[in-house]
Nanobody, 122 residues
């Protein structure tokens, strides 16, 4: 029901925009989040946006470089990633949680997409 796409290979300093499209149900009442998992590491929180768009949380590692937005009419959430660094390399997952708060913990999310690979070369 959630499909993330837009990943790829980019050089350090470059940009990518990830999209997460929902199908089968409307996620306008859900908080949407992005997480990432690098090889050998646990899945970590990146960004979240509340159902209204008024609440946003982000990880310190991406502050000032990534932004999140959502288009409830299109049932889609976006992650704009600028000034990418090699340490941003990971599989990026989108998720939906039935809450009004921009939650940051994985166990608070109810639905997960399949992930899209982002590789940043130095």
């Amino acid at each position: 029901q959630l499909q993330a796409f837009g990943g790829g290979l980019v050089q350090a300093g470059g940009s990518l925009r990830l999209s997460c499209a929902a199908s089968g149900r409307t996620f306008s009442g859900y908080t949407m989040g992005w997480f990432r998992q690098a090889p050998g590491k646990e899945r970590e929180f990146v960004f979240a946006i509340s159902s209204s768009g008024g609440g946003i949380n982000s990880a310190d590692a991406v502050k000032g470089r990534f932004t999140i937005s959502r288009d409830n009419a299109k049932n889609t959430v976006y992650l704009q990633m600028n000034n990418l660094k090699p340490e941003d390399t990971a599989v990026y997952y989108c998720a939906a949680g039935y809450t009004a708060v921009a939650i940051t913990t994985t166990d608070s999310y109810d639905y997960w997409g399949q992930g899209t690979q982002v590789t940043v070369s130095s």
